[in-house]
Structures are given as C-alpha cells and as structure tokens.
C-alpha cells in the first residue's frame, strides 16, 4: 500500500457519537475529507445539521441514555445504507461535582454515557466488522483516565473505565480484524470543559502543564484518529494514545 492508500478512508463508513460538537465534530469532518461516508448521533438536530453542512452524511437523532439506543441507531444505520466500519464514541458527560455531592442518578448517568454506551453500541456492530473481517473502535479515554481532578470522581471513574474497556474490546476482537483503541486528550476547548477555557488562569495552568506550552486545538486530533481509522493501525490495538501536548510526560 502507498502512504495514501494506508490512511485513506475511501469506501469505509463511520460513525461518530457526539458528532455535532467539539472532537465528535472535528473526526467526523476529518473523516469525510478523508473519503468516509458518516454518520453522526446527537440530541440536538441543528448541531447536527450544522456539522454535515457542505458535507456527505447521515445525521440520527437520538438519545444515546436511552435503554434502546444502540437498537435504534443500528436500525438508523441500517435504513441510510452506512453500517460502520468505524466506530467513534465521543459523547458525553462530565457533571463537575465533588464526591460528597454525587448523587446516584449523576453517579449512574455517567457512567452509563461514557462507558456503557460505547461498549453496547460498539458490540452492536460487531457482528458486521467481524464479516468483514475489518474494523475500527475508537474511544475517548482522558487525562482523568490516569490522574484524578478536582469535582472530577464520577468522569474520571468513567474514563478510567474506558482505558479498561479499551483494552478489553481489544483482546476480544482483534482476532477478527477489529483494532480497538482510545485517544486521551489534553485540555481542548468543547462544551465540556467551558468552565477551564472561561477561566484565563485555569486555561495559562494547564497550558503550563504541557511540555509544549499550549492547550489543544481541535484540529490537533484529526490526525491521530484518522491513523486509528485507517489500514495503517492494522497491527495497532488495546492503547491509549495520549494527545495532551506531553501534559502526562510532566
């Protein structure tokens, strides 16, 4: 294969979770650059809308709480003609409350957005990937995957679950040609971390926290996930690739 063909997404289907904000956004558009048809979940239509604007795809409404979601979204999927090669699960949540204040609904909310969901709609599609015998997990572990944060028990249980489940789906699927891996990122401005970025001197200290000196931007991600989509990971799965500036080689 040339350099070209190896990260090429020419003839592949994506789905992307979280697709109409933050990183969901930026790998669905790197993804359709790249040849992809995709397909992308959220609850909210115009975020949705405005992401495949001037672009190719499949925008499903949906509620990922839901207790049938990955039902539903198969079934979307399958109405559109795009059943995914790649599956990336960016949603959601981060509720920023400190341990004596979690309740179990929050407790239980997200958990089941960061880390039940990606294993149950991922498992969905598996049977798809593996007659294929082609196909790609990406998650979105985080910096919490490894180190706690102030306000951050319930999400950073959560993702430290994903590095788990990660590495779980790997070495169940990968005989099949399944590569499942997770991207950690830094601090890049989304909807969710809104409460550092509209912090001047929250945002300057964890920029200092870089061995490069900056935070993220969006488009700093593009590139790893579209290598974790592509023939080129073929003998990549079960890691972590953290892209956080070298904030965890500090």
Known sequence: MTPQQLFSMNGKN???????????KAIAHAFSDAGARIAIVGRREAMLT??????EGTAIVA????????????????????IPDVIVNAAGLNPR???????????????HLNLSVPFFLSQIFVPHMKQKQWGRIINIASLQSNRAFTNGIAYGASKGGISQLTRAMAEAWSKDGIMANAIAPGFFPT????????????????????????????????????????????????????????????
Not at 240 to 246: F, L, Q, R, T
Request: hydrophobic residues 40%; glycine residues 12%.
């Open 14 to 24: 994506a789905l992307i979770t979280g697709g109409g904000t933050g990183i969901g």
């Open 50 to 55: 405005e992401t495949l604007e001037e672009r």
């Open 63 to 82: 509620d990922l709480m839901a207790d049938d979601a990955p039902q539903s979204i198969y079934a979307a999927c399958e109405a559109a003609d795009i």
């Open 97 to 111: 409350k400190h341990a004596d204040d979690v309740t179990a609904d929050v407790w239980q909310q997200t958990i």
């Open 191 to 250: 909807e969710l971390t809104a409460a550092v970025f509209g912090d001047e001197e929250v945002s300057k200290h964890h920029a200092s926290m870089t061995c490069i000196g900056r935070n993220g931007e969006l488009s700093d991600l593009t590139g790893p996930a579209l290598f974790l989509a592509s023939d080129a990971c073929g003998f990549v799965t079960g890691q972590i690739v953290n892209v956080d500036g070298g904030y965890t080689a500090k």
